[in-house]
């Protein structure tokens, strides 16, 4: 029996203003790309000091940034296997093989090691994946790519509003690419951005986006649209709307509020679960990170049943995640991870979202601790 009340996983956290902005854009009757789209990335230039460019999921980021590096068929992009599928399907949607990576168990971030002997004269690029919003050994990944002449794509879905050595994720580096789907540290309903220095990718996106209809996006910013065009590559329908740009704006005004509970939150369970035997902790410095999920180890890796207690208490967990290399559509080498195959197993998540209160995570670690008895 699953208690009426549940304790979600995650959740939109959405108020007034953004139902607000939402009707502002139905009332204009003007509900595409226009100028809440422009306001919007606007908003995230200044706050990343460098261009980004907002699209309709943070999936079609990561495929459009990969687009706009011109690999495809025949080439190869490292990736750690424990990630979300999307990092998967937008680099196999470009024709490009994923080659699936271990990962450093202590932060569930690509192991560099493990990386480096998967590295052939097809590896174009390296996709480091933000696992639970840390970075993991970033500027070794930097340092790797450098050697060997890779790209780095920066699946930095988790992470919007974290810092690296003192530095906002997203305002250095190569390519990184951000979602705002629902459950993300902001949402803009569904949503994504890329963020680089590199005019040549921000152009090739910015068409992309839009069916590849070259310099479409300034027209669009001005209410109107091209009528006479070319187009030179392939593009997709990945734009934003007004109606996600217009949440966008005012959650990324929330940011400040979310980060803070995000990370006192984090800091609650840590401090509740630290010292328990039977289970063991992401390394991860939370003061400088915005905790888009919790993810504990269980030693015993029982995990399926404690899930299932768990949930008899009214308390919703999650798996981050199935390890890709499994996959049918990914398997093909029949490859194995032992690394992450054993890993995945011990893998637990537990509610996170600016909603929850002290007393939640009081009585979700209480239970827990109960359930591991
Ligand atoms: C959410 C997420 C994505 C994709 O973002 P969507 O906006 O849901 O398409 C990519 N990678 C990771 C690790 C994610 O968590």
């Known amino acids: 029996m699953i208690p009426d009340k549940l304790i979600r996983l995650s959740k939109s956290v959405i108020g007034d203003a953004e139902k607000k902005a939402v009707m502002g854009v139905l009332d204009r009757e003007y509900l595409g790309m226009g100028k809440e ?75 560099i090691k493990d990386a480096k002997k998967r590295l052939t004269d097809r590896t174009k690029v390296i996709m480091p994946v933000h696992y639970a919003s840390g970075m993991g050994e970033l500027d070794d990944i930097y340092a790797f790519a450098k050697e060997n002449g890779l790209r780095v794509v920066e699946d930095a879905a988790h992470a919007f509003g974290g810092y690296y050595n003192g530095k906002k994720v997203g305002s250095f580096g190569d390519i990184a690419c951000f979602s705002f789907d629902g459950i993300k540290n902001i949402t803009s309903g569904e949503g994504g951005a890329i963020v680089t220095d590199d005019e040549t990718v921000l152009q090739k996106i910015r068409d992309a986006r839009l069916l590849g209809v070259e310099k479409d996006t300034e027209k669009r910013y001005s209410g109107e649209r091209s009528w006479d065009f070319d187009v030179r590559y392939q593009g997709w329908r990945y734009h934003m709307s007004n109606i996600m740009a217009a949440i966008g704006i005012e959650q990324f005004k929330r940011l400040p509020e979310f980060a803070t509970r995000r990370q006192s939150l984090a800091k609650r369970y840590r401090n509740n679960l630290g010292s328990i035997d039977s289970i063991e902790l992401l390394d991860l410095d939370l003061s400088n990170i915005v905790p888009h999920i919790f993810v504990i180890k269980l030693k015993s890796g029982k995990r399926d049943d404690i899930r299932r207690l768990l949930l008899e208490q009214g308390i919703q967990t999650g798996v981050h995640y199935q390890p890709n290399h499994i996959l049918s559509l990914y398997n093909g080498d029949n490859k194995s991870l032992p690394v992450t195959e054993e890993l995945f197993h011990k893998l637990l998540s537990l509610p996170l979202h600016p909603d929850l209160k002290e007393t939640d995570i009081d009585y979700i670690c209480s239970k827990l601790i109960e359930c591991l008895d």
């Open 37 to 111: 789209v422009q306001e919007f990335e606007d908003l995230l230039t200044r706050h990343f000091n460098r261009p980004a460019v907002c699209v309709n999921t943070g999936t079609a980021a990561l495929h459009l940034a990969l687009q706009a590096l011109g690999i495809g068929p025949g080439d190869e992009v490292l990736v750690q296997s424990l990630t979300y599928v999307a990092s998967f399907q937008a680099i196999s949607a470009t024709g490009v093989r994923p080659v699936a990576c271990e990962v450093d168990p202590s932060t569930i971030t690509i192991d």
